[in-house]
C-alpha cells in the first residue's frame, strides 16, 4: 500500500539516515556531530532518536530526517521525500500528485530493489565490490545488485503481478516454450536512473565465465544510452552546486569517485559521448573535466567529446591519466588529494594547445587541433579572440587560421542524406577503431560513405553517426577485412559492362515472360544473378 509522507516520516530511523552523511557520536540516548551545515569546530549538531528529529544549537537549522537530506542534497523538500523513499523501497504517494505515467516504471523500481536485496546475501559478488574498493556506503547509494537466477526474479514479479510489464523493457527473454531468462542472471547489478531519480535500466558486469564483460539494458522508450549518463542522478546536487562535471568513462570510475567525494563525476554507458549528453549536462553546469587515458584512445574519445561540449556552450577541461591507468585505480591507489591536484592545475583546452605550440610538442598537430576545435564555440567573439591569440603566437594572419577551421555544413531538411550500406558501415566503424593502412580511394564507396571516411582519416568525428561509432561487432577486425574485400574496385571495366547488360537482358526476358510481374522463382533467380 503506497505511503504517504507522513508515513515515510513515521517509516524513517533518523539516526540512520542522517549516519549516511555524517559520522554521530553517541551522547547519552542522543546523537552528536559536527555540523555539516555551517563551520562547526566544537559539536553542536544533535540528533533525537526518540523525536526522530535534528537540532544545531549553532546555526539553528533543524527538522526531520527528510528536511535534514533536502538541505545536504540541495534538493526539495518533495524531491528528498522521493530520493529516500526510492532508497529505502518504499511506495510514497504525494498527495495532489499525478500518478505515474506507466507501470513499467515500477516494475524496474522493483526490480531493482530485489536485486539489491539478493546482493546482500551473495558472497561472491560482495567479495569482489571489497576487491574494487567499493564500500557500504556506496552499495547503498547506488542501490548496487546482484541477479542470482532467471527463475526467482520470474516469482517475484509474479507475485507483485509485475511480470508483463517488465518484459517490456526487454530485461527478460522469454523462450517459446514460455521459459524465461534474465539477461542479466549471475551478473552483478548497476541501476541506472534518469535525471528524475526513476530507475530505467540496468548495467550488469560478468562476475565469471564466458561472455561480454558488461551488459546493458536495451534501447526503449524509456532507456536511451545516448541520451542518460550514469551518476547523474546520485551527482545531481552537487552538479548544480559546483557548476563543474568530472567525465569519466566507466561505471566503477563514477563510483570511486563519488567514494572519495567527488561527487559531479558521471559516465556514458559504453557509448561514445555525444551531443545529448553535453545538452544534459549544459542544464546544470558550466564546465567539464573530461578525464582520459593519454593513449591513442583518449585522444579519440578527447576529439568525439569536445565538439558537442564546445557547442553546447560549456568550457573543456582535459585531464590525462598514466596510460593504463582509469580514474578507479588511480583514485584507489593515489589517493584522492593527488586526484584533486589533477583537477587544481589543469589548463583549459584551448590553455594546453597554445602551451604546446609555444613549447614546441607537435606544434604543426596542435595548431590543426586549435583550428577544428575553435569552430564549434558558440561565441563568435571568443572564437576569433582564441585565433588572434594563435596568430600572435605562431604569426600566421587570423584570416589564414580562420580558413582552416571545421565548416562542414549541416545537411538541409531538404536534402535527404544518401544512405550508408551496412558494409560500409561495417568499414567505416572498423576505419575509425583500428586505424590500418588502407587507400579509401581504391573502395567502391558511396560518395556518403566516402566523405564520413575523409572525417575519419582527418580525425574529425563531429558528424560520424552514432548508429556507426557505437555499433556493436563482436570480431571487427575480421568484419572489417570482409568489408573491405566487398568494397574494393577489382573488377575490370569492360567485363562489369558486360555483366550489367547480362542482367538488363535478364530482366527484359523476365517481363517478357510474366506481364504481371515476375513471379518468386524468377525473382530469385534475378536476385541471384544481381549478387553474383
Given at each position: 500500500?503506497?505511503?504517504?509522507?507522513?508515513?515515510?516520516?513515521?517509516?524513517?530511523?533518523?539516526?540512520?539516515?542522517?549516519?549516511?552523511?555524517?559520522?554521530?557520536?553517541?551522547?547519552?540516548?542522543?546523537?552528536?556531530?559536527?555540523?555539516?551545515?555551517?563551520?562547526?569546530?566544537?559539536?553542536?549538531?544533535?540528533?533525537?532518536?526518540?523525536?526522530?528529529?535534528?537540532?544545531?544549537?549553532?546555526?539553528?537549522?533543524?527538522?526531520?530526517?527528510?528536511?535534514?537530506?533536502?538541505?545536504?542534497e540541495?534538493?526539495?523538500?518533495?524531491?528528498?521525500?522521493?530520493?529516500?523513499?526510492?532508497?529505502?523501497?518504499?511506495?510514497?504517494?504525494?498527495?495532489?500528485?499525478?500518478?505515474?505515467?506507466?507501470?513499467?516504471?515500477?516494475?524496474?523500481?522493483?526490480?531493482?530493489?530485489?536485486?539489491?536485496?539478493?546482493?546482500?546475501?551473495?558472497?561472491?559478488?560482495?567479495?569482489?565490490?571489497?576487491?574494487?574498493?567499493?564500500?557500504?556506503?556506496?552499495?547503498?547509494?547506488?542501490?548496487?545488485?546482484?541477479?542470482?537466477?532467471?527463475?526467482?526474479?520470474?516469482?517475484?514479479?509474479?507475485?507483485?503481478g509485475?511480470?508483463?510489464?517488465?518484459?517490456?523493457?526487454?530485461?527478460?527473454?522469454?523462450?517459446?516454450?514460455?521459459?524465461?531468462?534474465?539477461?542479466?542472471?549471475?551478473?552483478?547489478?548497476?541501476?541506472?536512473?534518469?535525471?528524475?531519480?526513476?530507475?530505467?535500466?540496468?548495467?550488469?558486469?560478468?562476475?565469471?565465465?564466458?561472455?561480454?564483460k558488461?551488459?546493458?539494458?536495451?534501447?526503449?522508450?524509456?532507456?536511451?544510452?545516448?541520451?542518460?549518463?550514469?551518476?547523474?542522478?546520485?551527482?545531481?546536487?552537487?552538479?548544480?552546486?559546483?557548476?563543474?562535471?568530472?567525465?569519466?568513462?566507466?561505471?566503477?570510475d563514477?563510483?570511486?569517485?563519488?567514494?572519495?567525494?567527488?561527487?559531479?563525476?558521471?559516465?556514458?554507458?559504453?557509448?561514445?559521448?555525444?551531443r545529448?549528453?553535453a545538452?544534459?549536462?549544459?542544464?546544470?553546469?558550466?564546465?567539464?573535466?573530461?578525464?582520459?587515458?593519454?593513449?591513442?584512445?583518449?585522444?579519440?574519445?578527447?576529439?568525439?567529446?569536445v565538439?558537442?561540449?564546445?557547442?553546447?556552450?560549456?568550457?573543456?577541461?582535459?585531464?590525462?591519466?598514466?596510460?593504463?591507468?582509469?580514474?578507479?585505480?588511480?583514485?584507489?591507489?593515489?589517493?584522492?588529494?593527488?586526484?584533486?591536484r589533477?583537477?587544481?592545475?589543469?589548463?583549459?583546452?584551448?590553455?594546453?594547445?597554445?602551451?604546446?605550440?609555444?613549447?614546441?610538442?607537435?606544434?604543426?598537430?596542435?595548431?590543426?587541433?586549435?583550428?577544428?576545435?575553435?569552430?564549434?564555440?558558440?561565441?563568435?567573439?571568443?572564437?576569433?579572440?582564441?585565433?588572434?591569440?594563435?596568430?600572435?603566437?605562431?604569426?600566421?594572419?587570423?584570416?589564414?587560421?580562420?580558413?582552416?577551421?571545421?565548416?562542414?555544413?549541416?545537411?538541409?531538411?531538404?536534402?535527404?542524406d544518401?544512405?550508408?550500406?551496412?558494409?560500409?558501415?561495417?568499414?567505416?566503424?572498423?576505419l575509425?577503431?583500428?586505424?590500418?593502412?588502407?587507400?579509401?580511394?581504391?573502395?567502391?564507396?558511396?560518395?556518403?560513405?566516402?566523405?564520413?571516411?575523409?572525417?575519419i582519416?582527418?580525425?574529425?568525428?563531429?558528424?560520424?553517426?552514432?548508429?556507426?561509432?557505437?555499433?556493436?561487432?563482436?570480431?571487427?577486425?575480421?568484419?572489417?577485412?570482409?568489408?573491405?574485400?566487398?568494397?574494393?574496385?577489382?573488377?575490370?571495366?569492360?567485363?562489369?559492362?558486360?555483366?550489367?547488360?547480362?542482367?538488363?537482358?535478364?530482366?527484359?526476358?523476365a517481363?517478357?515472360?510474366?506481364?504481371?510481374?515476375?513471379?518468386?522463382?524468377?525473382?530469385?533467380?534475378?536476385?541471384?544473378?544481381?549478387?553474383?
Amino acid at each position: 500500500m503506497p505511503s504517504d509522507i507522513d508515513d515515510l516520516r513515521r517509516e524513517l530511523d533518523i539516526v540512520d539516515v542522517i549516519s549516511e552523511y555524517i559520522n554521530l557520536q553517541r551522547v547519552g540516548s542522543n546523537y552528536r556531530a559536527n555540523c555539516p551545515f555551517h563551520p562547526d569546530r566544537t559539536p553542536s549538531f544533535y540528533v533525537s532518536p526518540s523525536r526522530q528529529i535534528f537540532k544545531c544549537f549553532g546555526c539553528g537549522v533543524g527538522g526531520d530526517a527528510i528536511k535534514f537530506v533536502s538541505l545536504y542534497e540541495n534538493l526539495s523538500y518533495i524531491e528528498a521525500a522521493k530520493h529516500l523513499a526510492r532508497r529505502y523501497g518504499i511506495s510514497l504517494r504525494i498527495k495532489g500528485e499525478k500518478e505515474g505515467p506507466k507501470e513499467v516504471y515500477d516494475a524496474l523500481e522493483a526490480v531493482s530493489q530485489f536485486y539489491h536485496k539478493k546482493l546482500k546475501e551473495s558472497r561472491e559478488p560482495l567479495e569482489y565490490l571489497k576487491s574494487r574498493g567499493i564500500d557500504n556506503s556506496s552499495v547503498r547509494r547506488f542501490n548496487l545488485g546482484y541477479s542470482p537466477s532467471s527463475q526467482e526474479l520470474v516469482e517475484f514479479l509474479k507475485r507483485l503481478g509485475l511480470l508483463k510489464d517488465y518484459e517490456k523493457t526487454g530485461n527478460l527473454v522469454r523462450f517459446s516454450d514460455g521459459a524465461y531468462r534474465d539477461l542479466f542472471r549471475n551478473r552483478l547489478i548497476i541501476p541506472i536512473r534518469d535525471a528524475r531519480g526513476r530507475v530505467v535500466g540496468f548495467g550488469g558486469r560478468i562476475l565469471q565465465g564466458e561472455g561480454p564483460k558488461y551488459v546493458n539494458s536495451p534501447d526503449s522508450d524509456i532507456f536511451k544510452k545516448r541520451e542518460l549518463l550514469f551518476g547523474l542522478y546520485e551527482g545531481l546536487a552537487y552538479l548544480k552546486d559546483l557548476k563543474t562535471a568530472i567525465v569519466v568513462e566507466g561505471y566503477f570510475d563514477v563510483i570511486a569517485l563519488h567514494q572519495e567525494g567527488f561527487r559531479n563525476a558521471v559516465a556514458t554507458l559504453g557509448t561514445s559521448f555525444g551531443r545529448d549528453h553535453a545538452l544534459q549536462l549544459s542544464k546544470f553546469v558550466e564546465k567539464v573535466f573530461l578525464v582520459f587515458d593519454g593513449d591513442s584512445a583518449g585522444r579519440k574519445a578527447l576529439r568525439l567529446a569536445v565538439p558537442h561540449l564546445l557547442k553546447a556552450g560549456l568550457e573543456v577541461y582535459p585531464l590525462y591519466l598514466p596510460e593504463g591507468t582509469d580514474p578507479h585505480d588511480f583514485i584507489f591507489s593515489r589517493g584522492k588529494e593527488a586526484f584533486r591536484r589533477l583537477l587544481d592545475n589543469s589548463r583549459s583546452l584551448f590553455e594546453q594547445l597554445l602551451y604546446r605550440i609555444r613549447e614546441g610538442v607537435n606544434p604543426e598537430e596542435a595548431i590543426r587541433d586549435f583550428t577544428y576545435f575553435v569552430s564549434f564555440l558558440k561565441d563568435e567573439v571568443e572564437a576569433y579572440s582564441l585565433l588572434a591569440q594563435l596568430s600572435k603566437l605562431t604569426k600566421i594572419p587570423v584570416d589564414v587560421l580562420a580558413s582552416k577551421m571545421y565548416r562542414r555544413e549541416e545537411p538541409s531538411v531538404e536534402e535527404e542524406d544518401p544512405r550508408v550500406s551496412f558494409t560500409e558501415k561495417l568499414f567505416l566503424k572498423g576505419l575509425f577503431e583500428l586505424r590500418p593502412e588502407i587507400n579509401i580511394e581504391e573502395l567502391n564507396l558511396s560518395s556518403k560513405a566516402y566523405e564520413l571516411a575523409k572525417s575519419i582519416l582527418a580525425e574529425e568525428y563531429y558528424h560520424i553517426p552514432e548508429e556507426i561509432l557505437n555499433l556493436k561487432v563482436d570480431d571487427l577486425e575480421t568484419a572489417f577485412w570482409s568489408s573491405v574485400d566487398k568494397l574494393r574496385i577489382d573488377i575490370p571495366e569492360e567485363e562489369l559492362k558486360a555483366q550489367t547488360a547480362s542482367v538488363r537482358e535478364f530482366v527484359r526476358e523476365a517481363m517478357r515472360n510474366h506481364r504481371g510481374g515476375i513471379k518468386p522463382a524468377s525473382a530469385r533467380r534475378w536476385r541471384g544473378k544481381l549478387e553474383s
